[in-house]
């Protein structure tokens, strides 16, 4: 009967694990649930193919072939005119500020130079930092042009379209004229990994010590849950900013990654950006019962941070609905500003859109996490 | 007035259905040393955390130190000592940052001079160091009693505090109450242990949420109303169980290898003796009952009064 290895063990620890599991609703419903929900969610969101791009027109030769062209842009699919503007220096601010992705150039006297047979040039800037989103419509853009003037361009013009393109299409990728995808990726893995490892350090915060049995020695002395929250966060501080450091040194230095802007302006936000995220883990800590549900919440947390961030995806390729989680992340906000300060070269007003959500996120999350702090065990 | 440390009335505590802490009411004079005794479950650790503000009461007034228990948690938590049950301190710091920690979250005006003299006392000098997961149970309870100690409560919350610990270092610690009471502290100490609960000015006695006894050792037995007979001898492991569902004896219970059969109603107790008196091996004798009788007494009776 003594056997060494005995199926009837085996069975007894497998009947006693899945009762385990049974009585742990909130990791079994996790387990079952997280997966349907992300699989909808990132299935429905993720395109690599983007269609209605923001884009700003500076027509400086206003007439019938400009109208044309920005309405054939218009009904491509490919481009949303946000602005149709005479000034080219108000659509060029706008993408810098990163509210468009492209700025298409009509330049003076373009009818005129078509009709004389001048092969005018239409000059498109494209917003390079994310130089994968910006392909396929920059590539369609001067087919889309030229279909548009056909009906246009009739009787003794309809020579110039017959013989050679009626304008050229100079394309110019700014802030990354090669196009290099790690100028995109690298400052974008900064905010992945940053929250990453900060919503980790602070989601185990309280529970650590829940599970410990520590928690209720520290609730039975005179301390206030914004002492404990400010006096758990702030030394991990100091650990994202090293991560950052390290991470900002091998983007330079192995990745030649450019940084046109302010480092200091960055460093401001990162600690804003590394608060929120520490905020967010702390909240985790007070909501979950287990270091293991916190786990669960942070990974919870970290895909949609990945996914619909626009680190791996273009994010204006997303349906509208997922652009607002993407809104809601802290990332999502981040990955602009870094972007926009390394290879763009902004300066606080370029960046201010992206960094008061940042803040907002921040004291959000902070105030969740007090009203979820029990002050009891009960 | 102003005499009690604990004041409380009609403390009730429900967690979903079930009545945890059910009316009592506790009133601790300054200075005293109050023994907290009943049965596991019932609701000593429920009554000690509301208390000390850990958890809220659903019902019930009073004082505690002279603070509203109900409204001013923060006041009574920096003139309380709680020492949990389960030793709470951090593992993974030493004794001297555990100390240290405790002393600066009380903001005491000179931490490290109050936490080396609390070291020096304790003869822990040369361990200070030492991380304090690895102290034995004994250590790991006199470094939890002296953190609570270090902010000079004016009342100690002690939750089974010597659960687990050998008997020298359950003395010492008795000492350490008793000199500590000398000095006008309050204690409210819950345990299991019968010759703790002799060492204490008062006992109460809590079985499934209610309050069934209290007053000093002596006035807690003469009250029960219970006798006991001592029964002695080879036999007496097979009489246990012969006894045991007889009228008139409301249980029998082994005390080293003695064995009390007690009860309330003398006669019948009696009755139900006597047809074994005089077998061979076995002496009866009637003695005064112990309180871990009287103890066994009320919880077997509150488990009785149960659906």
Known sequence: ?378 | MGAFAIDVRGLTKRFGHKLAVNAADIAVPEGEVWGFLGPNGSGKTTTIRMLCGLLHADAGEGTCLGYDFRTQPEQIKREVGYMTQRFSFWEDLSIRENLEFVARVYELPDARGAVTAMIERLGLTTRQHQLAGDLSGGWKQRLALSACMLHSPKLLLLDEPTAGVDPKARRDFWDEIHRLSGDGITVLVSTHYMDEAERCDRVVFINLGKIVARGTVGEVIARSGLFTFIVEGDGARALAVKLRGEPGVEFAAFFGAALHASGRDRAALERALAPFRGAPGLTFHEAAPSLEDVFIQLQEQGNGDQP
């Open chain 1, 1 to 378: 009967m003594n056997r060494r290895f005995s199926a009837a063990r085996i069975a007894a620890i497998l009947a006693k694990e899945l009762v385990q599991m049974r009585r742990d609703r909130l990791t079994f419903a996790m387990i079952v649930g997280i997966p349907i929900l992300q699989l909808l969610l990132f299935g429905f969101a993720i395109n690599n193919d983007p269609k209605h791009l923001p884009a700003a027109v500076a027509i400086s030769d206003p007439g019938v072939f400009s109208d044309s062209i920005v309405a054939a842009l218009a009904n491509s699919g490919y481009y949303e005119i946000k602005l149709a503007t005479n000034s080219p220096a108000a659509a060029r601010r706008m993408l810098a500020e990163g509210q468009v992705s492209f700025v298409i150039d009509i330049p003076a006297n373009f009818s005129r130079d078509i009709v004389r047979g001048a092969q005018p040039s239409l000059l498109i800037e494209a917003d390079a930092t994310d130089p994968a989103s910006a392909s396929n419509a920059v590539g369609a853009i001067g087919r889309i042009a030229a279909d548009a003037l056909r009906d246009d361009l009739k009787g003794p013009l309809a020579r110039r379209i017959q013989t050679a393109p009626p304008f050229l299409t100079i394309v110019h990728p700014l802030y990354n004229p090669e196009g290099l995808t790690q100028f995109n990726i690298v400052p974008g893995l900064l905010g992945v990994i940053l929250t990453m490892t900060m919503v980790l350090m602070t989601s185990m915060a309280l529970t650590r010590e829940r599970e410990r049995g520590t928690y209720e020695n520290l609730l039975a002395m005179p301390t206030h849950p914004a002492e404990i929250m400010i006096g758990k966060i702030s030394p991990n501080i100091l650990v994202g900013m090293l991560q950052s450091v390290l991470v900002l040194l091998a983007a330079r230095l192995i990745f030649g990654v450019p940084m046109i802007g302010s480092l200091s302006l960055l460093g401001g936000v990162l600690v804003v950006f590394i608060a929120a995220n520490l905020a967010v883990g702390y909240t985790f800590s007070t909501i979950a019962q287990s270091q293991l549900q916190a786990m669960q919440m942070m990974v919870f947390f970290l895909l949609p941070s990945i996914l619909l961030s626009g680190f791996a995806f273009p994010f204006r390729g997303m349906p509208v609905w997922a652009q607002w989680i993407g809104e809601a992340l802290p990332v999502t906000h981040f990955l602009r500003v870094v972007r926009g300060i390394l290879l763009k070269g902004n300066g606080p007003a370029e960046i201010w859109p992206d960094v008061w959500p940042l803040i907002l996120f921040l004291f959000a999350a902070m105030a969740i996490a007090l009203l979820r702090f029990r002050r009891t065990l009960d």
